[in-house]
């Protein structure tokens, strides 16, 4: 799979207060389908106002011939 999909420890929009870290939640939203598929719902999204299309990550080949993935992550404070 592509490095963009591995974990960067440097990423800069990390808090650097330990304390703040282990209170955010990560969530890992997916999207899997036809390229086109992918980036309309995508947009779909985006349109809702449900994430920039920015903060995905750019479509990679999937597990199968013409399947792309793209993933969004979040984080957000734990309840």
């Known amino acids: 799979m592509s490095q963009e999909f591995v974990p960067d420890d440097n990423l800069s929009d990390r808090p650097n207060d330990a304390s703040a870290v282990?209170?955010?939640?990560?969530?890992?939203?997916?999207?899997?389908g036809s390229r086109a598929a992918v980036l309309e719902t995508i947009h779909?999204?985006?349109?809702?106002?449900?994430?920039?299309?920015?903060?995905?990550?750019?479509?990679q080949r999937g597990a199968k011939p013409g399947q792309v993935i793209s993933v969004l992550i979040r984080r957000s404070r734990k309840a």
């Open 44 to 59: 779909t999204l985006y349109r809702l106002g449900f994430a920039p299309v920015g903060d995905w990550s750019p479509p």
């Open 22 to 32: 282990s209170e955010q939640e990560v969530v890992r939203i997916t999207v899997v």
